[in-house]
């Protein structure tokens, strides 16, 4: 069966700070892969998605960047966090395209 | 491109009683209506749902409506219990694009 993994789980970050997100999947191959951020007690908000290695489609300008270097590795990446960073970020596969399934997340904090 | 309203953002239901909550989407095309659950701190869960070609559909307490007309679909839970509590999340998907989230509700049974 499918699982995702990410890590870490929690992060405390100071401003200014880089960010590296590492998200993989297990058990399927060439899947769809995306970047959700969630802020406290609000809804889910798409940063990036990515249908093959290589291929990154960004959905929010900001200071945020993806990179997909393996088929089931996804990397969430900042030179510079800002404090509109803090969050929590959701790593989200499919295979069909419709059907997502989310990791376990990492809450980011930037102080 | 897709617009996702729902409502209520809030509801309170008691205990073995039925809870539904509304959406509405604007893309007449879209053919694909998840729903999600999410527990305080942990990561959204596909509990149910629906393709365009079909007008309801039933797992155990759960059911979804889809009225591809009036462009709405709806989450019933029965019976409701006490670990129902969480925010549940619609969302609308056209072709293979993007999914569109609702906004959430968060839904809180009496014991």
């Known amino acids: 069966s499918q699982t995702i993994h990410q890590w870490p789980a929690t992060l405390v970050q100071p401003v200014g700070s880089p960010l590296s997100l590492e998200c993989t999947v297990e058990?399927?191959?060439?899947?769809?892969l995306y970047w959700y951020r969630q802020a406290a007690g609000r809804g889910l908000q798409l940063l990036f998605y990515?249908?093959?290695?290589?291929?990154i489609s960004s959905e929010v300008p900001q200071n945020l960047s993806a990179s997909r270097p393996q088929d089931r590795q996804f990397i969430l990446s900042s030179k510079k966090l800002l404090l509109s960073d803090s969050g929590f970020y959701l790593c989200?596969?499919?295979?069909?395209?419709?059907?997502?399934?989310f990791g376990p997340g990492t809450r980011l904090t930037v102080l | 491109g897709e617009n996702v309203e729902q409502h209520p953002s809030t509801l309170s239901v008691q205990e073995g009683d039925s809870a539904v909550i509304k959406c509405t989407y604007s893309?007449?095309?879209?053919?694909?209506f998840p729903w999600y659950k999410q527990e305080l701190g942990k990561r959204p869960q596909l509990i149910i749902d629906?393709?365009?070609?079909?007008g309801e559909k039933k797992d155990q307490r759960i059911a979804v409506t889809l009225n591809k007309t009036a462009k709405h679909f709806s989450l019933h839970i029965t019976e409701t219990q006490p670990e129902d509590s969480a925010v549940y999340f619609c969302?609308?998907?056209?072709?293979?694009?993007?999914?569109?989230f609702g906004t959430g509700t968060r839904l809180t049974i009496i014991p």
């Open positions: 989200a596969w499919s295979v069909s395209r419709d059907t997502q399934y």
């Open positions: 058990g399927t191959s060439n899947p769809n």
């Open positions: 990515s249908v093959g290695i290589g291929q």
């Open positions: 893309d007449s095309a879209s053919n694909y």
């Open positions: 629906i393709r365009s070609n079909v």
């Open positions: 969302a609308a998907m056209r072709g293979n694009e993007k999914l569109t």
